[in-house]
T-cell receptor, first 115, second 114 residues
Framework: DGGITQSPKYLFRKEGQNVTLSCEQN?????MYWYRQDPGQGLRLIYY???????QKGDIAEGYSVSREKKESFPLTVTSAQKNPTAFYLC??????????????FGPGTRLTVL | AQKVTQAQTEISVVEKEDVTLDCVYE???????LFWYKQPPSGELVFLIR??????QNEISGRYSWNFQKSTSSFNFTITASQVVDSAVYFC???????????FGTGTSLTVIP
């Protein structure tokens, strides 16, 4: 089945640790995105990538880093610099690299909790 | 300023009632796209519909219908004969032809009571 997978589903981190969230897609989509969702709020864009080896900061990139070495993979690292990382993280992808007007399809999400 | 406003934070209805979720957007682009997504308790956002700014025809898909009115910058979503499985958070989103991202509303949490 084509789709987007995220792992792990739940992740616990101690303060001061970096953690990496995985996102893989087999839809052959060019663009990929990372969003953060806090309780009762909408989605906020962290980073996006429209092509391999290129990515752009979104609205809340501080304390996060990404890489896009392969078309199908877009891992997100939550660094110790992120002051309040407890949240639900959603990865998405869309077909075209030429803009954001394509439909974005989402993975099942990773719930990160800092202990 | 919020580009997408979903003023209804939470709505509760009894099963089989009709319910309308409101979405108001703001953009200066003449070409833009509007979306609705459903987020069930599992967390994954499920795509429901995409409309472009040049197509104001209302759309119906089963029990779901959408009313797009450019004159009021609204893209409202109606569920007819609601069911318990419709309980979820629903998000409206906007993307502009000149931009690089989606703008999501804050979501409306719908609870359908059996």
């Amino acid at each position: 089945d084509g789709g987007i997978t995220q792992s792990p589903k739940y992740l616990f981190r101690k303060e001061g640790q970096n953690v990496t969230l995985s996102c893989e897609q087999n839809l052959n989509h060019d663009a990929m995105y990372w969003y953060r969702q806090d309780p009762g709020q909408g989605l906020r864009l962290i980073y996006y990538s429209q092509i391999v080896n290129d990515f752009q900061k979104g609205d809340i990139a501080e304390g996060y880093s990404v890489s896009r070495e392969k078309k199908e993979s877009f891992p997100l690292t939550v660094t110790s610099a992120q002051k309040n990382p407890t949240a639900f993280y959603l990865c998405a992808s869309s077909l075209s690299r030429t803009g954001s007007t394509d439909t974005q399809y989402f993975g099942p999400g990773t719930r990160l909790t800092v202990l | 300023a919020q580009k997408v406003t979903q003023a209804q934070t939470e709505i509760s209805v009894v099963e089989k009632e009709d319910v309308t979720l409101d979405c108001v957007y703001e953009t200066r682009d003449t070409t833009y796209y509007l979306f609705w997504y459903k987020q069930p308790p599992s967390g994954e956002l499920v795509f429901l519909i995409r409309r472009n700014s040049f197509d104001e025809q209302n759309e119906i898909s089963g029990r779901y219908s959408w009313n797009f009115q450019k004159s009021t910058s609204s893209f409202n979503f109606t569920i007819t004969a609601s069911q318990v499985v419709d309980s979820a958070v629903y998000f409206c989103a906007l993307s502009e032809n000149t931009g690089n991202q989606f703008y999501f509303g804050t979501g409306t949490s719908l609870t359908v009571i059996p």
